[in-house]
């Protein structure tokens, strides 16, 4: 699987690639990007391991001051980050009725950086005055 940071490049069958474009690739594939003009690609490549359980892949852009509620509720989460960020992560845990909500963790990424969020129900804040645009892939 691929993940494109940054856009300005062409992929195969020229494609126009942008930033938080993604693919997937199978063994044995050919792919291709080219970089329009002197920049070189911005690309994340991701090795999945195993196929037992289907990934969701899902662009998310957080306006200043907004939040993505349940941002995950089922496993582990990839965050990938298109901009420089600053999130808070309220994460919730056990059942629904009787949730217990967790102390907000800071977040601060720079655009191609990667971090993992652990299982439960999170409440993702944009605290920067810009937004924060992001790839979350959940296993």
Do not use: C
Request: cysteine-free; aromatic content about 4%.
């Amino acid at each position: 699987m691929w993940i494109a940071l940054t856009g300005g490049m062409t992929g195969k069958g020229g494609k126009t690639i942008s930033r938080g474009d993604y693919g997937e690739a199978k063994p044995g594939d050919d792919i291709l990007f080219s970089p329009e003009g002197s920049s070189r690609p911005g690309l994340i490549i991701i090795s999945v391991q195993t196929e037992k359980q289907p990934l969701t892949i899902t662009p998310v852009t957080i306006d200043p001051g907004g939040v993505m509620a349940d941002a995950s509720d089922r496993n582990t989460t990839l965050l990938i980050a298109l901009n420089n960020l600053a999130i808070t992560d309220i994460t919730s845990s056990g059942e629904e009725e009787n949730w217990r909500v967790g102390k907000p963790e800071k977040i601060a990424m720079q655009a191609g950086e990667v971090r993992w969020i652990k299982p439960g129900v999170h409440k993702l804040k944009n605290v920067k005055s810009t937004k924060s645009e992001l790839i979350t892939i959940e296993w």
